[in-house]
């Protein structure tokens, strides 16, 4: 097939007609200039909002911003997280009653992408919207991720100790051997501690990996799974409603963090797991026909197969869902972002990364060509359009960068590849980023 010439022109002409041009990225911005948007999301029960970066304080304003939107405007009930299902519970907590604070809620998921500013006034905000509105408009906040969570061992420990103690000597057996063989954590608890630390892990899983202790562990935890599922009724007579819920909730994120771990950390089919699991867990999310909206990097609301091969958590999603799925990727031209360091030479921990306007030819590059500043672009409405479908339709260099980022400065320019039309319904664009600012102690600011 001959490949297709990308007009340059004619696309730049088309993002600058069609743009949703955003008067502030800040949430206090009010919502006249994103009124469009809601045409865009007629039907969508689900938006993934996602991110190039972990760490860029206008990524985490925008989607701020967009979320009161969605909430206020559209109707959207559930924030669901790429955070711990366990953890994000203290959260739900203090925006539902108020009980806790923010802060200790917030720095109680154990991941330091989150654990910022421009979070923690996202999660101040639902509290103050849900104690202004009527019970059935209140939002609700959800994790999505799994992982070896100490809240959710203890949580699924006691009551094991109360409704079947002969459960909990395999079920702290199971955690034990996860734990001590480096096979598992929260994928926060990864980016937390120092890259040599997690570099370590890495090695230590290669080798414990589908081991038959692991796979013991992994079985232990999905038959307490399974019988907590079975004994419902029983076991809801012996407790209640919600604490049987919050302990299947717990118990399946663990049993789902021990499939993970039997694959070596970051690998292609551990990756592939995990998003199958966050897939998993916001379906369950709009079981009741909610609108939910979904925080998380761009490699997991991509509705396509992203790197090496994996299936997203935006491709199980628009399996499920078709085009009540809307995948909002979220990019930049030029700016600073956090990451964790991580360098040969043991220079290691949470630094600032800045990087140049967008080389030429790269998806960043044509998306900041009309000079129009920031912006939100919908792909559907392309479809009409032969040279902007031909540009959506040819993989283009593009910037995604994780928690952790190594290799720089080489990794400055671009990280991969991406085809437009395949993986996202629409954009954000934003013309310059900065340092997202972390509210943990002993980080500079």
Request: charged fraction near 25%; aromatic fraction near 8%.
């Amino acid at each position: 097939m001959a490949k297709l010439r990308v007009d340059r022109d004619a696309v730049s002409s088309w993002l600058t007609e069609s743009a949703i041009v955003l008067r502030t990225l800040e949430p206090e911005g009010g919502s006249e200039d994103l009124t469009p948007f809601a045409t865009v999301l007629a039907g969508v029960q689900v938006v993934g909002l996602g991110e190039a970066t972990h760490g860029s304080k206008e990524f985490f304003t925008l989607k701020h911003r967009l979320i009161r939107f969605l909430v206020r405007e559209l109707g959207f009930t559930v924030v669901a997280f790429e955070a711990g299902r366990s953890a994000c519970r203290a959260v739900d907590d203090y925006i539902a009653s108020g009980e806790g604070t923010a802060s200790a809620a917030l720095t109680g998921l154990g991941y330091w992408t989150w654990d910022t500013y421009e979070v923690l006034a996202l999660i101040e905000w639902l509290r103050e919207y849900n104690a202004s509105v009527p019970a059935d408009r209140r939002v609700r906040f959800h994790g999505i991720d799994s992982g070896i969570d100490p809240v959710a061992v203890q949580l699924v420990a006691k009551y094991l100790d109360t409704v079947a103690p002969q459960r909990t000597g395999p079920f702290r057996a199971a955690i034990r051997t996860l734990t001590t063989s480096g096979t598992s954590t929260s994928i926060g608890g990864l980016v937390r501690e120092s890259v040599a630390g997690a570099v370590r892990r890495v090695f230590r899983r290669k080798a414990v990996a589908g081991s038959e202790s692991a796979h013991t562990a992994s079985r232990v935890l999905r038959d307490t799974v399974e019988f907590l599922r079975a004994d419902r009724a029983e076991l809801v007579a012996a407790s209640s409603v919600r604490d049987w819920s919050e302990v299947v909730e717990s118990a399946t994120e663990l049993a789902n963090a021990a499939d993970i771990a039997a694959y070596p950390l970051l690998s292609a089919k551990g990756c592939a797991v995990r998003d199958r699991y966050l897939a998993d867990a916001v379906r369950e999310l709009t079981g009741d026909g909610e609108r939910v909206v979904v925080w998380a990097h761009n490699g997991h609301v991509a509705r396509s197969t992203v790197s090496r091969g994996v299936a997203s958590m935006g491709a199980h999603l628009s399996d499920v869902y078709g085009s009540a799925y809307y995948a909002l990727g979220l990019t930049f031209n030029q700016g600073s972002f956090q990451a964790s360091r991580a360098e040969v030479a043991g220079n290691t921990g949470l630094a600032e990364f800045t990087v140049e306007p967008a080389v030429p030819r790269s998806a960043e590059a044509l998306l900041a060509r009309p000079g129009i500043g920031d912006y939100l672009i919908d792909f559907r409405a392309a479809r009409s359009s032969e040279p902007v479908m031909a540009w959506l339709t040819t993989p283009a260099p593009t910037r995604s960068y994780g928690a952790i980022v190594g290799f720089w400065p080489m990794m400055k320019k671009v990280t991969g590849s991406v085809t437009l039309a395949e993986e996202y319904d629409g954009l954000a664009f934003v013309e310059r980023t900065t340092r997202a600012r972390s509210c943990e102690p002993g980080i500079d600011r």
